[in-house]
């Protein structure tokens, strides 16, 4: 049976991308023949995945949907199951100011309703996608979480920002990870950060970590605020290696998320596998990623999350309830365990056919 998986971009680094090759050395080890087309390829991924204008149609498909993209309107075309996993798309009131990317998402939601008499099982990887899926009229509905290759995360961080960190030592790091957008809220970080290093902690920087190709607009205005505020030690870093990614994480004392919308948010548990002490506003999928591997709030009140954010940082009891915690959570999102509900997902296809 040829189960092939379908997405508007494949790039390196990229959550849904790293969670489409996981998926797709998973079906080839279940014994399907199983490739990965996309319309947007990146130069390093060209061995991995073929032009989704050739993507035979006489197969079974997996569709991941995050965005608008035309080809959706295409998948009637298609003789075999059709298997929907929705990774979330951003509500498009976030980008009002990025009407190019708004209509994206526009149309990505009118994309999502269109496909529903069309798709025979609709997954999501979170619980949060799947009810909105449900709501929609979508059938046979089940949670399968992205599917993460721990693994990875054992290579070598950069060495020359690891002998960086080094020698500063003394200084506290606080850091997000995640693109720079509108809907994750990086500018809440900073106005936390800003109560923290001013009234706390003078020895603490900031690194938001994440592309803003794209959203230079935005990038401006964070950097604008920082202006503004006459805070120090604000780093957003553009598009880096996995390897600085790494070492960011290594050298993390706290992780702080403020984002308004999550469709699941890998970051978190990015976080969780370092053992870093974890702190978020609840908000969409963010508590259910969570679990009780950090403290959620539930009001953006700066000032108290400054102060709480030194509460744990010099508290060792809490950092070490934490990342027990943290374990416990991560269990969850083993590579086996995810890769199991996969496979049961998988047969519930073979037996509906």
């Known amino acids: 049976m040829i189960i092939n998986q379908l997405l508007p971009?494949?790039?390196?680094?990229?959550?849904?991308?790293n969670s489409v090759l996981n998926i797709m050395n998973l079906l080839n080890e279940m014994g399907f023949d199983s490739k990965i087309y996309a319309e947007s390829i990146h130069p390093a991924m060209q061995e991995v995945a073929l032009p989704i204008s050739s993507c035979p149609k006489d197969c079974s498909l997996i569709y991941h949907m995050a965005i608008g993209y035309?080809?959706?309107?295409?998948?009637?075309?298609?003789k075999g199951k059709k298997i929907l996993i929705y990774h979330n798309i951003t509500p498009d009131v976030f980008?009002?100011?990025?009407?190019?990317?708004?209509?994206?998402?526009?149309?990505?939601?009118?994309?999502?309703?269109?496909?529903?008499?069309?798709?025979?099982?609709?997954?999501?990887?979170?619980?949060?996608?799947?009810?909105?899926?449900e709501e929609l009229g979508y059938k046979n509905t089940h949670v399968t979480p992205i599917i993460i290759n721990f693994e990875d995360y054992k290579r070598n961080p950069s060495q020359k920002l690891m002998e960086k960190f080094k020698a500063e030592k003394h200084i506290t790091?606080?850091?997000?990870?995640?693109?720079?957008?509108?809907?994750?809220?990086?500018?809440?970080?900073?106005?936390?950060?800003?109560y923290y290093k001013k009234y706390i902690n003078e020895d603490s920087r900031l690194f938001l970590v994440g592309s803003y190709s794209g959203m230079e607009r935005y990038y401006n205005e964070l950097m604008e605020l920082v202006k503004e505020l006459q805070l120090e030690d604000v780093y957003i870093t553009g598009h880096i290696s996995f390897e600085e990614i790494l070492a960011y994480y290594t050298n993390a004392d706290l992780f702080l998320c403020m984002s308004e919308h999550e469709g699941f948010c890998v970051p978190l548990v990015?976080?969780?596998h370092f053992e870093i002490p974890i702190i978020a506003y609840?908000?969409?999928?963010?508590?259910e990623t969570l679990g009780n591997g950090?403290?959620?709030?539930?009001?953006?009140?700066?000032?108290?999350?400054?102060?709480l954010m030194h509460i744990v940082l010099s508290t060792p009891k809490i950092k070490e309830r934490m990342i027990?915690?943290?374990?416990?959570?991560?269990?969850?999102?083993?590579?086996?365990?995810?890769?199991?509900?996969?496979?049961?997902?998988?047969?519930e296809v073979l037996l509906g056919s």
């Not at 035309?70 to 298609?78: M, R, T």
């Open 173 to 194: 790091n606080i850091l997000f990870v995640g693109r720079i957008a509108p809907n994750k809220k990086q500018e809440d970080i900073i106005k936390v950060f800003y």
């Open 9 to 17: 971009s494949i790039s390196p680094g990229d959550a849904v991308s």
């Open 95 to 133: 980008f009002r100011d990025y009407k190019e990317i708004q209509e994206l998402c526009i149309e990505g939601r009118r994309q999502l309703k269109f496909l529903v008499p069309y798709i025979d099982y609709a997954w999501a990887d979170s619980e949060y996608n799947r009810l909105e899926l």
């Open 70 to 78: 035309p080809f959706a309107y295409k998948l009637p075309n298609f």
């Open 282 to 287: 609840k908000s969409s999928a963010i508590g």
């Open 294 to 307: 950090g403290i959620l709030v539930l009001e953006k009140q700066y000032k108290e999350i400054a102060e």
């Open 324 to 347: 027990i915690n943290q374990k416990k959570r991560l269990e969850f999102f083993s590579k086996k365990n995810t890769e199991n509900i996969f496979r049961e997902r998988i047969q």
């Open 270 to 272: 990015e976080a969780m």
